[in-house]
């Protein structure tokens, strides 16, 4: 059964600070992995979607990074702003045969970043 | 962009009650559905899998004659919590997968449930 961990389960850094939050997972035959955002009492917002092919993706200050023999993947955080002070959830897909489709998530990192 | 909009976004509601939650994809069609339930503070755990015209594969734990779900066209999925207790009370949220297979998860705003 996949498990997910991400790690740290809170995070508070000052303004402006470059930040890497993480996320293991304990079977590497995985389809995909997405990272969300969630502000509280919301819903998840997607951030990034590596397929298993692939290494990293980038989406403005924003870069995730996928090892799939070890399990991990980071996601870095460039200069931090209060606007991305939320809970960070990954989650990964597992292979598509049979009906695996769903998605496993982590326990979520909580970020905040002070002005 | 794949677009899921779920109401209500919360509900207050007696114990004993039935309540329903809608989960609709407005811009792609949805063969599948997936209902989560997030406690405070936790991550989010599947409760089933919503697919159009057959029954809903259920979790181990989760009752599927009190968590009705009916997914009924291609572009709407519902979940009923059938005779509400305190206990229910959560978040629920719904995902669906855009077409492509290049597309992730598409989440709904999720829907407060507070029984009280």
């Known amino acids: 059964k996949q498990e997910v961990t991400q790690i740290p389960a809170a995070l508070s850094v000052p303004e402006g600070e470059n930040l890497v939050l993480n996320c293991s997972f304990t079977?590497?035959?995985?389809?995909?992995l997405q990272w969300f955002r969630q502000d509280p009492g919301k819903g998840l917002t997607s951030l990034l979607l590596i397929q298993s092919s692939q290494r990293e993706q980038t989406s403005g200050r924003l870069n995730a990074s996928l090892d799939k023999s070890s399990g991990r993947s980071t996601l870095y955080i460039a200069a931090s702003q209060p606007g991305d002070s939320a809970t960070y959830l990954c989650?990964?897909?597992?292979?598509?045969?049979?009906?695996?489709?769903?998605?496993?998530f982590g326990s979520g990192t909580q970020l905040t970043v002070l002005p | 962009g794949a677009v899921v909009s779920q109401h209500p976004s919360w509900v207050i509601c007696k114990s004993g009650t039935s309540v329903k939650i809608e989960c609709r994809s407005l811009d792609f069609q949805a063969t599948t559905m997936f209902w989560y339930r997030q406690f405070p503070k936790q991550s989010l755990m599947l409760m089933a899998t919503?697919?159009?015209?057959?029954?809903?594969?259920?979790e181990q734990g989760v009752e599927k004659d009190k968590f009705l779900i009916n997914h009924a066209s291609l572009t709407l999925s519902t979940l009923t919590v059938t005779s509400a207790h305190p206990e229910d009370s959560s978040f629920y949220i719904c995902?669906?997968?855009?077409?492509?297979?290049?597309?992730?998860?598409?989440f709904g705003s999720g829907t407060r449930l507070t029984v009280v």
């Open positions: 079977d590497s035959a995985i389809y995909n």
């Open positions: 995902s669906a997968r855009g077409q492509g297979t290049n597309y992730g998860y598409t």
């Open positions: 989650a990964v897909r597992q292979s598509p045969a049979g009906s695996a489709r769903q998605l496993t």
């Open positions: 919503s697919n159009e015209g057959s029954k809903a594969t259920y």
